[in-house]
């Protein structure tokens, strides 16, 4: 059975405090990404990695850096958290292959609350 | 214009009902398409694959209109088990370093409930 997890569900943090959100995937994937969903908004990509050590901006980077120093484990960070980074954050992974269907699989998300 | 529009509902129907979801997407040269499904709290899963040609599984059909960029979602026999969101989803290449993946857009979602 495949498996992405995340650190938490609930977080709660305070406005300037650094935050780390960590995702581990046993499924030997390659490709990994951070998404933050907000309601009215659906899922934005934050950041993805293709390889250990590579990542590369989504379409909201801004206020998030990401480490990839093993292949199972991506870690999105919030070096000074703020109010408007109140979401849901959602890790998913993917094979890397040319197989246009290929599924991306979720992780079951970290509820974060900045106060 | 967002990328990937779906009607956001909420569409409340009896069990046993027909419901359809709608959404289209802007980007001509979308590659592949999906719907996953999302339950309350829950990660959002794949619930199938859009082929070109349509595509059926069980009481759930898909459909695909490449030349009005426009997908469907039909299902039929409604039960409560199927009160969810319904997220349209489309695949784009991409390139990262080098490196061709293939990029999810996500649209906002639209919300089912099923009553008994």
């Known amino acids: 059975d495949v498996k992405v997890t995340q650190s938490s569900r609930y977080l709660v943090k305070r406005t300037g405090e650094k935050v780390f959100l960590e995702c581990v995937q046993d499924?030997?994937?390659?490709?990994m990404f951070w998404y933050r969903q907000d309601p009215g908004l659906g899922l934005r990509l934050i950041y993805f990695?293709?390889?250990?050590?590579?990542?590369e901006k989504g379409d909201i980077p801004e206020g998030y850096s990401v480490s990839r120093e093993k292949k199972e484990r991506f870690s999105l960070i919030l070096e000074s958290a703020s109010t408007n980074q109140t979401s849901m954050y959602l890790c998913?992974?993917?094979?890397?292959?040319?197989?246009?269907?290929?599924?991306?699989?979720f992780g079951p998300g970290t509820r974060l609350t900045v106060l | 214009r967002k990328e990937v529009e779906q009607d956001p509902g909420p569409f409340n129907v009896p069990e046993g009902a027909t419901v359809a979801f709608n959404c289209t997407y802007s980007?001509?040269?979308?590659?592949?398409f999906f719907w996953y499904r999302q339950d309350c709290r829950k990660e959002p899963k794949l619930l199938m694959s859009?082929?070109?040609s349509g595509n059926e599984d069980g009481r759930f059909t898909a459909q695909l209109n490449r030349a009005s960029q426009y997908i469907s979602l039909l299902i039929r026999d409604s039960k409560l088990s199927d009160s969810a969101t319904y997220l349209c989803?489309?695949?784009?290449?991409?390139?990262?370093?080098?490196?061709?993946?293939?990029?999810?857009?996500f649209g906002q979602g639209t919300i089912l409930t099923v009553h008994p």
């Open positions: 989803v489309v695949k784009t290449s991409a390139n990262a370093g080098g490196t061709s993946y293939g990029k999810l857009t």
């Open positions: 859009v082929y070109s």
């Open positions: 499924m030997d994937h390659e490709n």
């Open positions: 998913a992974s993917l094979e890397k292959g040319q197989d246009s269907y290929n599924e991306q699989f």
């Open positions: 980007n001509s040269a979308s590659q592949s």
């Open positions: 990695s293709y390889d250990v050590k590579m990542k």
